[in-house]
C-alpha cells in the first residue's frame, strides 16, 4: 500500500518558538493531504485540508495563522505550529489522499508528538 | 458535539471468539464509513469500509454491518487474534468516498485475552 512519513516523529519545543512538522508521500503523489490533532483519549480531529498550490482550508475553531500549511510539492505537506504554547501539545498526523486505479480513501503517516515545555 | 460516537471505551475478547466493536452516528450526510486500527504512537491503519449502499462489507476475518435507519454500524472480528489488541477508530465521510476529511469517534480499546 501507499506509504505516508512524518518527521520528526517526536519533538520538544520551548513555549513561544515554532515547530515545523513535515508529511511526505512516499511512493504517489498527492495533491491532497490531511492534518490532524488527537488529544489523549480522544478522537482524532481534522484540522485542516491541504491543497497543492493553493491555500489550505480550515477547519471551525482551528486558527490559521497559529497553524500554518504549506502544500508546495504534490509529496510533501508541512505544518509550522506557531508561537508554540504548552496547550498545543499534542499528536499530530497527517493523511494523503488516494483516488486513483479504483481506489479512494487516506493513507496515514505514523504521526508526531509535539511536546511544548 | 460528537458526530461519530464509540460508546464503549474497552472491550476485552477471548482469543478465537468474536469481537464486536460498534459505532453510532448523528449527520445523515454521511455515506462512506471506514474502521482504523491504531496503536500508540502510531497512525491509523485502514482496516475496512462501507459505502452507505450496502449493509455489508467482508474482508478475511473483518466485516462491517450498516444499519442506516439506525445510523449504526458495527465491526466483527472472527476469530479473534491477539495481535487484534490495538484502539479501532470508526470514521465517516460525507463526499468522496472516504478520500475527504474523516470525522473520528473517540475510539474502542479492544483487548484480546488468551
Known amino acids: 500500500g501507499a506509504v505516508v512519513s512524518q518527521h520528526p516523529s517526536r519533538v520538544i519545543c520551548k513555549s513561544g518558538t515554532s515547530v515545523k512538522i513535515e508529511c511526505r508521500s512516499l511512493d504517489f503523489q498527492a495533491t491532497t493531504m490531511f492534518w490532524y490533532r488527537q488529544f489523549p483519549k480522544k478522537s482524532l480531529m481534522l484540522m485542516a485540508t491541504s491543497n497543492e498550490g493553493s491555500k489550505a482550508t480550515y477547519e471551525q475553531g482551528v486558527e490559521k495563522d497559529k497553524f500554518l500549511i504549506n502544500h508546495a510539492s504534490l509529496t510533501l505537506s508541512t505544518l509550522t505550529v506557531t508561537s508554540a504554547h504548552p496547550e498545543d501539545s499534542s499528536f499530530y498526523i497527517c493523511?494523503?489522499?488516494?483516488?486513483?486505479?479504483?481506489?479512494?480513501?487516506?493513507?496515514f503517516g505514523p504521526g508526531t508528538r509535539l511536546t511544548v515545555t | 458535539d460528537q458526530q461519530v460516537k464509540q460508546n464503549s471505551p474497552s472491550l476485552s475478547v477471548q482469543e478465537g471468539r468474536i469481537s464486536i466493536l460498534n459505532c453510532d452516528y448523528t449527520n445523515s450526510m454521511f455515506d462512506y464509513f471506514l474502521w482504523y486500527k491504531k496503536y500508540p504512537a502510531e497512525g491509523p491503519t485502514f482496516l475496512i469500509s462501507i459505502s452507505s449502499i450496502k449493509d455489508k462489507n467482508e474482508d478475511g476475518r473483518f466485516t462491517v454491518f450498516l444499519n442506516k435507519s439506525a445510523k449504526h454500524l458495527s465491526l466483527h472480528i472472527v476469530p479473534s487474534q491477539p495481535g487484534d489488541s490495538a484502539v479501532y477508530f470508526c470514521a465517516a465521510s460525507s463526499s468522496g468516498g472516504g478520500a475527504d476529511g474523516l470525522t473520528f469517534g473517540k475510539g474502542t480499546h479492544l483487548i484480546i485475552q488468551p
Open positions: 493523511s494523503a489522499r488516494v483516488l486513483a486505479g479504483g481506489i479512494s480513501g487516506q493513507y
